[in-house]
């Protein structure tokens, strides 16, 4: 074990610490993902970037490499981070404990309430003016993301499980909430409101794609709520997948015929029923703030006395 953890450290510090374990697991992720798909899939990324969709062959290939990437840029920067913050790196990243019965039912039924708003929000996104580049880059995200669940092979939906719901949802969650928003909680004592906002925006960012910022910023808002309300990252991680495992759900029943509603086809939200969500979505996040634990966000940093 370490003399001194990260945690002795003054939170910018460590917030520099981790931003510096992000940006190299983001350049091996990059050099990774490069060789796994030329090695693996028998294409470059730049080859792969113009498709105008994934062919068949290829798309368990492609869940496969990008789970890979997920590992390597995101899981492996915060567990170096928790490694090397705190003794027991479980409860730095609030995983010792599982949350409440009540917590987990109303933490879920927000979170399915909320769907509506989300859908009214993708829809109004993707009517926002943007460039020629930005849109062929969300062009090319939206193409990604519908080859990869335009399957119905069981086969298929079980591997869409671990790679677009499980392991996103944990891996995120530890980068995000555990990771970021605790730290950025420490820097913002005062504030822990713009903590959890600055987070949601960061999370929404990196997923890389314009018309759906403001609704995975909003989701964002909710899992941060849900963590700081709980202080267990796994209902931020149970929710997180949930959101996931609805997409892949649908989208494998549209193509078996149980449906016959496309989830990837943005459709029209009546602006009453997105209000009717926010207010319920609103109203389940004051409940679960009525019931709050406490969440403690441990600084040892004004600690004179380290152990040896």
Known sequence: MF???????????????????????????TYLTEWLNQQVIG???????????????????VKWVNAIALVVVILLPAALYAYLSHPQPLQYLKLHRLPGTLFILIGVLLFLVSMPAVGWMEAWGARLPMGDEIKKMDEHYSMVSRSILSTKLWSQFWISTMTICLLPAIVEEIFFRACVQTTLLRMMKSSPVMAIV?????????????????????????????????GSLWLSILLHFINNFLSVLLMFMYHRGVISWDVSSIGNIPLWMAL??????AGGLYFLYTRRQTFEVEDWSEISSKPQ
Request: charged content about 10%; glycine content about 10%; cysteine-free.
């Open 43 to 61: 294409l470059s990324s730049s080859e792969m970037a113009e498709f105008k969709s994934i062919p068949e062959q290829y798309i368990g290939a």
């Open 198 to 230: 600055i987070t949601a925006v960061v999370f929404s960012a990196l997923h890389g794609q314009l018309s759906g910022l403001v609704p995975r910023v909003y989701l964002g808002l909710i899992l941060g709520l849900v963590f700081y309300f709980s």
């Open 276 to 281: 009717l969500s926010f207010g319920l979505t």
């Open 3 to 29: 003399k001194q953890y990260l945690l002795y450290s003054r939170p910018p510090f460590q917030l520099l610490v981790f931003s510096a374990l992000f940006f190299m697991g983001l350049l091996l992720g």
